[in-house]
C-alpha cells in the first residue's frame, strides 16, 4: 500500500475507534501536519464519508478501505478491533489458567496451585477492562453497529466464571490430603484435554465468527456429560469401599467431586459462548428458557 493510502487508513482507523474532536488532535496523534490531515480528508468530507465531529459512515469506510487495496471484515468495521484483542488476550490467560491448575493437581504440588489461584486476579482485571472499554464505545458511538458491542461483556464473564471453576482445581491440592486413584485419574485427564478443545473452538466461533463449528462444540459437550458419569461412578464405588469416620476422607470426596463439576461446567459454559457467537455474528437471538429445562422437554 502506498504511504498516503497508508496515512489515510490511519486516518479513518483514528477517527473510527478513538473519536478525535479536531485536526489538530489527529495530527498530534499520528505525527503529522494538520495541513496534510486536511489534504487527505477533505475529499471524504465533500462525498459524505466523514461527516460532522469526525464520524464515519461506515459503508463508505469499507468502500474506502477496499479502493485502498486493504480488506475490512465485517467484524473490524464495527469497531470493536480493540476490544476483540482484549478478549482474545483473555482467553489466552483463561486457557493457560486452566493449563496451570491442572498441572498442579497432577503434580499434587502446593506451590503451583497457589500460583494458579493468583491468575484469576488478572482473569478479574480483564474482565473489568472489558466492561469499561465496551462502556467507552457505546457512549461514543451512538449508532446500530455497535449496539451488540454489549455481547463482549457476555463472553468476558464467561471466561472470569472459567477462572473462578479453575479455582476448584487448583484448590484440591491444597485443601486435601490425599492422592487422586489411578483410574478416576484417567477420566479425569480426559475431561481435561476436552475442555481445553471445547473452550478454543467456542471462542473462535465468537472472534473469527466461526459458526459452522456450533455442532463440535455440542459434541464436545456432551462427551463431557459422560466423562463425567464415568468419573462420578468410580467414586461412587470408592465411597462404597471406603469408611467415613475420618472427616479428613469425607473431604476428599467432596474436592474430587468438585474438581470434576469444574470441568463440565468449562463445557457448559463454552456452549453459552457459542450461544452469544451465533446472536453476535447471524442475528439469531438466544432462548429464553434455561438449558436445564430445554434438555428435559
Not at 472499554?133 to 458491542?149: L, M
Not at 484448590?171 to 490425599?178: L, P, Q, T
Not at 465411597?239 to 474436592?255: G, P, T, V
Amino acid at each position: 500500500m502506498a504511504k498516503k493510502n497508508k496515512t489515510l487508513m490511519e486516518v479513518l482507523d483514528l477517527i473510527l475507534y478513538e473519536n478525535p474532536e479536531t485536526q489538530d488532535e489527529i495530527a498530534q496523534r499520528l505525527g503529522i501536519s494538520r495541513r496534510y490531515v486536511t489534504q487527505l480528508i477533505q475529499p471524504l468530507i465533500k462525498d459524505g464519508t466523514i461527516k460532522r465531529a469526525y464520524m464515519i459512515d461506515m459503508k463508505s469506510y469499507e468502500n474506502v478501505a477496499e479502493s485502498l487495496g486493504q480488506y475490512v471484515s465485517k467484524k473490524d468495521v464495527s469497531g470493536n478491533v480493540l476490544i476483540n484483542d482484549m478478549l482474545a488476550n483473555m482467553a489466552k490467560h483463561v486457557h493457560s489458567q486452566i493449563e496451570a491448575s491442572f498441572d498442579a493437581f497432577l503434580e499434587y504440588d502446593e506451590n503451583k496451585a497457589k500460583r494458579a489461584l493468583e491468575m484469576d486476579y488478572a482473569t478479574n482485571n480483564m474482565v473489568e477492562k472489558i466492561r469499561t472499554s465496551v462502556e467507552t464505545i457505546i457512549s461514543i458511538n451512538q449508532r446500530p453497529e455497535f449496539s451488540k458491542s454489549v455481547l463482549y461483556n457476555e463472553v468476558a464473564y464467561d471466561l472470569e466464571r472459567i477462572g473462578d471453576y479453575c479455582g476448584h482445581i487448583a484448590k484440591f491440592v491444597i485443601n486435601d490430603i490425599y492422592e487422586v486413584n489411578e483410574s478416576i485419574l484417567k477420566k479425569l485427564k480426559k475431561m481435561y484435554k476436552t475442555a481445553q478443545k471445547i473452550l478454543r473452538l467456542a471462542m473462535l466461533t465468537f472472534l473469527e465468527g466461526r459458526t459452522e463449528l456450533k455442532d463440535d462444540i455440542m459434541e464436545l459437550e456432551e462427551s463431557l456429560h459422560i466423562l463425567q458419569s464415568k468419573a462420578i461412578n468410580l467414586i461412587a464405588t470408592q465411597m462404597a469401599e471406603s469408611s467415613f469416620d475420618e472427616k479428613e476422607r469425607s473431604n476428599y470426596f467432596i474436592y474430587l467431586f468438585r474438581v470434576i463439576k469444574a470441568f463440565d461446567r468449562i463445557g457448559d459454559i463454552s456452549v453459552e459462548i457459542k450461544d452469544v457467537a451465533i446472536e453476535f455474528h447471524e442475528n439469531i437471538p438466544r432462548p429464553t428458557t434455561p438449558r436445564s429445562f430445554r434438555e428435559q422437554l
